[in-house]
């Protein structure tokens, strides 16, 4: 089992960045499949990056391609979203999501994932 904490979260400014942190507990981390997704009032949860469990491979939805990037560091037990170029409609509380798998795999749907944090909010300002 794991436990998932996200940080770094806040309000910025359109064209701006953030760094998202996903603190993760357990000590088979280097075997989880991680993804970032994220809900905006009154949407439905939406995928946004994911990540195998080696690291290499990732996978991005479409409208984050080029701005945002995925990363983890399985020593420390943390998945990262750096997100550039940000927009009003990036807005939204963005959840950090665990899976255990055998195999290194990317998982970009939802009810891939057994784990999840309780989100951060990030606000854009136009």
């Known amino acids: 089992q794991v436990q998932l904490v996200e940080s770094g979260g806040g309000l910025v400014q359109a064209g701006g960045s953030l760094r998202l942190s996903c603190a993760a507990s357990?000590?088979?981390?280097?075997?989880?499949?991680m993804g970032w997704f994220r809900q905006a009032p009154g949407k439905e949860r939406e995928f946004v990056a994911a990540?195998?469990?080696?690291?290499?491979?990732?996978r991005y939805a479409d409208f984050v391609k080029g701005r945002f990037t995925i990363s983890r560091d399985n020593a420390k037990n943390m998945v990262y979203l750096q997100m550039n170029s940000l927009k009003p409609e990036d807005t939204a509380v963005y959840y950090c999501?665990?899976?255990?798998?055998?195999?290194?795999?990317?998982?970009?749907?939802?009810?891939?994932?057994?784990?999840w944090g309780q989100g951060t909010q990030v606000t854009v300002s136009s």
């Open positions: 990540i195998s469990s080696n690291g290499n491979s990732a």
């Open positions: 999501a665990a899976d255990w798998r055998l195999t290194p795999t990317v998982l970009t749907t939802e009810t891939d994932y057994d784990y």
């Open positions: 357990g000590r088979t981390f280097s075997n989880y499949a």
